[in-house]
């Protein structure tokens, strides 16, 4: 499958541009970029071609993979599906709930395959845990920490992210713990409530279709020393809690990069396609209407 990549910045660079040149059954064709010097220098060290226009880039690959601002990435991606282009996105899949939706549409429409790189769901031991849990019954609580420290005084990489700045842990993490949840104790019925925490934090409690409710405590700036991410669960089970440890992110985007091939091959949607993400932009728009009644 020949794939561009569109995005050069951070995360581009750590995660996606590594795993797609090393994946066996990719051709990393080339790469776009806002920046065209970035793309150059990007493409360059991965041996691909730098293209200066989208179209140039779709017209020569059967997928993309993106790294970009949620924003940005719905906008491109609703134009490569219509292209008749495979999909490998990030999250959040969008920056609202019209954008997301006119992804999943496209998708639909063009009958490409998507998924979206929700990054513990191709972690392998914290893929087979959450499988694990989603066959018990009985789950009565959930808790879910995402503590980052972007913006918490550690020297994180996406500290000068603008969107991030926009739009908090809510939206950067608040995916990863919802691709968590959601799949164990079912679909979100509502946001029963939220709050504000200290700068960006945030706390949600939800109502799953299972009965239960979990809590979210989500946060970009948190101190150093309290950063990391649980998971814990509660029910006629007993207690379970999601595993931690993991290869790093290109070892997880390749495995995506696996479901997107099997996808495209077989036609049957992954989990994480992007029907999903719009179910899980769809829960945190609820969340963040919330928290901006709370500021009124």
Do not use: N
């Not at 282009?85 to 969008?94: G, I, N, T, V």
């Not at 990069?257 to 992007?274: E, K, M, S, V």
């Amino acid at each position: 499958m020949r794939i561009g990549l569109l995005g050069t910045g951070p995360w581009a660079r750590m995660a996606h541009a590594p795993a797609l040149e090393a994946h066996p059954e990719l051709d990393f064709t080339g790469v776009w970029g806002r920046r065209p010097d970035a793309a150059k220098e990007l493409a360059s060290r991965h041996g691909a071609r730098p293209y200066d226009a989208v179209d140039a880039l779709l017209d020569e690959v059967d997928a993309v993979a993106v790294a970009l601002p949620p924003g940005v990435q719905a906008d491109l991606a609703v134009r490569a599906a219509r292209a008749g282009r495979h999909l490998l996105l990030d999250k959040p899949l969008a920056a609202t709930v019209p954008q997301a939706r006119a992804v999943a549409d496209a998708v639909r429409e063009a009958q490409v395959a998507s998924v979206v790189f929700f990054t513990t769901r191709f972690r392998p031991e914290a893929a087979t845990w959450i499988a694990e849990q989603a066959l018990e019954e009985g789950w009565f609580t959930a808790r879910a920490q995402w503590l980052g420290s972007v913006f918490g005084g550690g020297d994180s990489p996406f500290a000068h992210s603008p969107w991030r700045r926009e739009k908090g842990a809510l939206w950067d993490v608040g995916p990863h713990a919802l691709s968590v949840l959601l799949p164990v104790l079912g679909d979100a019925v509502r946001v029963a409530s939220a709050a504000h925490g200290p700068e960006d934090t945030a706390h949600l409690v939800i109502e799953h279709e299972s009965g239960a409710f979990s809590s979210l405590t989500l946060s970009l700036t948190a101190p150093p020393a309290a950063a990391g991410a649980e998971v814990e669960l509660r029910g006629s089970a007993g207690v379970a809690r999601l595993p931690h440890g993991g290869d790093g992110p290109v070892a997880a985007l390749s495995l995506a990069a696996d479901a997107l091939l099997t996808a495209a091959r077989t036609g049957r949607p992954h989990p994480c396609d992007a029907a999903f993400g719009l179910r899980v932009t769809e829960i945190l728009a609820e969340a963040e209407a919330l928290l901006t009644e709370q500021e009124g």
